[in-house]
């Protein structure tokens, strides 16, 4: 939110913005409170409900990303944080999807993982600093149930599949960001940590807009 990469605060105010893969809806209760008439969507039902109990004034759409079920230039902004796009195998669907659900001269900002720590293990100490796999191997992560059914699968894209997915959809990308881990956050969650974050970027951004 402190990037502004939808804008300044005070001009969100009004505008209708849709989040994709809301979660519990973290990023509409924030555009809410600017003033902005956010809708949260996701393909999970069970999180939906989690943003439900956490409340808010906004609307929550159960629905696939690859199919909005909204009207053409409906929204002025869109944006998605970690949801969504690593999760599905072909996300020009979802961004082709974005663009045609955005007015004209509409901004999508997304966020995922960054690729390269693809190329390492999930490890917050030293042993994540040494490379394990291929950033080049694009076979889906893949956790399954005692039965073999997948119940988490993540797909795979490097910085260039990325940027070709965002052109090829019709977007034009004006910003790239690779935040820096901050020097107050002490803190590992999973994978995270210091040590990781002043090496080796953990997020990467993009900002696309619809001429």
Not at 71 to 95: N, W
Not at 148 to 157: C, F, L, N, P, T
Request: negative net charge; aromatic residues 10%.
């Amino acid at each position: 939110m402190e990037a502004e990469l939808l804008g300044p605060p005070e001009e969100l105010k009004g505008k209708d913005v849709l989040e994709l893969g809301a979660g519990a809806a973290q990023c509409a209760r924030w555009l809410a409170a600017q003033g902005a008439r956010p809708v949260a969507l996701d393909l999970s039902h069970r999180q939906l409900q989690h943003a439900l109990r956490i409340g808010g004034s906004f609307p929550l759409v159960c629905a696939d990303a690859g199919a909005l079920p909204f009207a053409d230039s409906s929204f002025d902004l869109a944006c998605s944080a970690y949801g969504a796009l690593p999760f599905v195998a072909d996300p020009r669907l979802v961004l082709r999807e974005v663009r045609r659900v955005l007015r004209p001269g509409g901004r999508f900002v997304f966020s995922v993982t960054h690729p390269i720590r693809w190329a390492f293990p999930d490890e917050p100490g030293p042993e994540g600093l040494s490379v394990s796999s291929s950033y080049f191997d694009r076979t889906p992560y893949v956790e399954q149930d005692e039965e073999g059914r997948a119940v988490y699968v993540e797909h795979h894209r490097t910085l260039g599949d990325r940027v070709r997915d965002i052109v090829a959809s019709g977007f034009r990308l004006v910003d790239l960001v690779e935040p820096e881990w901050p020097s107050w956050n002490t803190s590992e969650w999973g994978g995270w940590s210091p040590l990781r974050g002043s090496l080796i970027p953990g997020t990467a951004v993009f900002v696309c807009e619809r001429d």
